[in-house]
């Protein structure tokens, strides 16, 4: 029988570009312009979903509702507020080499993200993906986000391969538990803010500082050249 190929799906903000706290101070944004106060602490913990369930979770914790209506605006906002502090966006340590090292081993990988094209699209550019070329899923693009496993599936599906052969890459618990959903392996980041309990508490089988360490230990997680 022969050996299923690996493949690795990559989350985008905290995973190969540091952008989650940028994203933060956009959704900080987004909720005074609704009249909504909340420490960024809290709002860290819930980036990485979906901005509709971001929303809702986080007024749940105030006891308030929101509006599709008022979502929409926030949402706006937010990509108005992140437009402006996109500019600055850097791939994280190693990104781009990991990126090229797999295309250059023919090692399958994509990148799916709760983030929709239009906040996406930039930071692609800055780390030298186009969505062109590459396998690249946004939240536009499917039903649910994370931690639904719906990015996931979609990007496996895009590139021909079988998911529970694929390694699902993120920074976020939400990342984890969507990889768990869709029975893929969870691969943890400490580059967007969580600590390594927490990550592998939600079922990261390893856990890296940021994809430079992700690349130096490659050939541990299936990584090998041919």
Do not use: C
Request: glycine content about 10%.
């Amino acid at each position: 029988m022969p050996v299923p190929k690996p493949a690795f799906l990559f989350d985008l903000d905290g995973t190969l570009v540091d952008s989650v706290y940028d994203h933060v101070l956009a959704w900080h944004d987004a909720l005074l312009a609704e009249g909504i106060e909340l420490p960024v602490w809290r709002i860290h913990r819930r980036i990485g979903m979906s901005g509709g369930l971001f929303a809702n979770i986080l007024l749940r914790e105030i006891g308030g509702e929101l509006s599709k209506e008022r979502i929409d605006h926030m949402r706006r906002i937010h990509a108005e507020s992140y437009a402006r502090r996109s500019g600055k966006v850097r791939p994280l340590p190693g990104a781009q080499a990991l990126l090229k090292y797999l295309s250059d081993a023919k090692i399958p990988w994509a990148i799916a993200t709760s983030g929709r094209m239009e906040t996406a699209g930039p930071v692609l550019k800055t780390l030298g993906v186009d969505p062109k070329t590459a396998v690249v899923v946004t939240r536009d693009q499917v039903r649910f986000a994370k931690p639904d496993p719906d990015l996931f599936i979609e990007a496996a599906d895009r590139l021909g391969i079988d998911i529970t052969t694929a390694s699902v890459v993120g920074d976020a618990i939400w990342d984890m538990l969507a990889a768990r959903r869709a029975r893929a392996l969870g691969i943890g980041l400490l580059s967007g803010g969580y600590g390594e309990e927490e990550l592998l508490r939600a079922g990261a089988y390893r856990v890296f500082t940021e994809p430079a360490d992700m690349l130096r230990h490659i050939d541990e997680i299936g990584g090998r050249q041919a």
